[in-house]
């Protein structure tokens, strides 16, 4: 029987200040690096990757704030643990904006993220900033260009929602994502992993018309 994949879902506890710039995490310690220029940040925090005592990093945007900020790093520490217990190695770098990348060989991928707040269950996205290879070994051969994903976050965020109130399509594609979240939850993993399906979904009027901008 294959095991059920659950979500984590953050909190604002988690939520730590930080200055612009760079925040390691090791070992329960938390050390930041201030870089108030965006390429200088994200240099930093991957200089950061190649110590052996650092566990996450996060690059601390000047615009976010201590919620986004915390969360970012907690999202990094998860998604350490969980790439360790897969056989993958290597240190997370995440930022809680959308980060401008310097040069041309580093990729964004975005993730969706549970944070439990006073009004319930709401929907976050921490970015990660990655290298080609790294974005390989994690999505695999279901490697999709983080651009599609990118463009894919309103009708994702969308169907999120409509995943939690129980309101899917009623549609073949509803009905083959319903039976994928018998074991699993819908992450940009799973995204990656059903392109065709995803691209059926995301075409409902009901997920378009929801994910325009008002």
Known sequence: MTARH???????????????????SAHGQRIWYTRCDPDAAV??????TRRSWVQAVTVVPEAADAA???????????????????????????????PALPGTTLHRLPHLVAVAGPEGTQDAVVWEIMTANRLTAWLGRHTMDPRVLEEWLPQLLVLRRAVRA??????????????????????????AQHPPLFDDLLADPFILKEARPS
Do not use: K, M, N
């Not at 240099?43 to 950061?48: C, G, I, V, W, Y």
């Not at 520490?77 to 959308?98: D, F, K, N, W």
């Open 68 to 98: 986004q900020a915390g969360l970012a790093l907690a999202f990094a520490e998860h998604v350490r643990t969980v790439r360790r217990q897969r056989g993958l190695s290597g240190v997370c770098v995440t930022s809680p904006l959308s």
């Open 166 to 191: 129980g309101r899917l399509p009623d549609s073949p594609a509803g009905r083959a994502l319903a039976d994928l979240l018998r074991e699993r939850y819908l992450s940009i993993l799973l995204v």
């Open 43 to 48: 240099r930093t925090a991957l200089s950061l």
């Open 6 to 24: 659950v979500e984590r879902c953050f909190t604002a506890a988690e939520a730590t200040l930080f200055t612009p710039g760079a925040v390691a």
